[in-house]
Antibody
Framework: EVQLVESGGGLVQPGQSLRLSCTAS????????MSWVRQAPGKGLEWVGFIRSKGYGGAIDYAASVKGRFTISRDDSKGIAYLQMNSLKTEDTAVYYC??????????????????WGQGTLVTVSS | QSVLTQPPSASGTPGQRVTISCSGS????????VYWYHQFPGTAPKLLIYRNDQRPSGVPDRFSGSKSGTSASLAVSGLRSEDEADYYC???????????FGGGTKLTVL
């Protein structure tokens, strides 16, 4: 069974840092792009960023709202993706999900659906 | 303000057919695939439709997706009480170089 499990969430003060982990099982982790998506309380979904597979150069992209503060990495040998969050702001308060993404391009556009999703981990930034 | 526009709510009675719209632009829906997710309270989103109109295994054929120009829609036929959830559309945006979501539509079964 394909499974993703996030961990590392919690309560932090503005300006502090936190690192989330996403442990994968049930598939060849190194073959996939891994994305992070967040959801503020009572709000919709917002893509945070992704890290491509080593086969596609391991490139990393971020949403403008977190670029320069958040860093995504991966350890293919352990099947874990990480989200390092620095200089946290109150508006970063959200449930953070990791998700698997096939991410490839064909003649009809980008294929980047998110499936499956982890259960999510809550990050609360408050003084 | 979400890049993709969805109605905040939709409703129907059991057995009815309901559609949820998703409006975008040339840089997203107009040139890329559309995806749909549903989310039940307190749980993670789940993929419902991929590549505009494809259903993952296990998703009933009561759910169908379509795309035309810069808009897409999700249809739920034979509405059931267990279909009550939030529904989100998504697509890649070439201008933003990343995926974008709609604001979500809360589907209520009356």
């Amino acid at each position: 069974e394909v499974q993703l499990v996030e961990s590392g969430g919690g309560l932090v003060q503005p300006g502090q840092s936190l690192r989330l982990s996403c442990t994968a099982s049930g598939f060849t982790f190194g073959d996939y792009v891994m994305s992070w998506v967040r959801q503020a309380p009572g709000k919709g979904l917002e893509w945070v960023g992704f890290i491509r597979s080593k086969g596609y150069g391991g490139a990393i992209d971020y949403a403008a709202s977190v670029k320069g503060r958040f860093t995504i990495s991966r350890d293919d040998s352990k099947g874990i993706a990480y989200l390092q969050m620095n200089s946290l702001k109150t508006e970063d308060t959200a449930v953070y999900y990791c998700t698997r993404d096939p991410f490839y391009y064909d003649s009809s556009g980008y294929n980047n659906w998110f499936d499956p999703w982890g259960q999510g981990t809550l990050v609360t930034v408050s003084s | 303000q979400s890049v993709l526009t969805q109605p905040p709510s939709a409703s129907g009675t059991p057995g009815q057919r309901v559609t949820i719209s998703c409006s975008g632009s040339r840089s997203n829906i107009g040139t890329n695939y559309v995806y749909w997710y549903h989310q039940f309270p307190g749980t993670a989103p789940k993929l419902l439709i991929y590549r505009n109109d494809q259903r993952p295994s296990g998703v009933p054929d009561r759910f169908s997706g379509s795309k035309s120009g810069t808009s897409a829609s999700l249809a739920v036929s034979g509405l059931r009480s267990e279909d009550e959830a939030d529904y989100y559309c998504a697509s890649w945006d070439d201008s933003l170089s990343g995926p974008v979501f709609g604001g979500g539509t809360k589907l209520t079964v009356l």
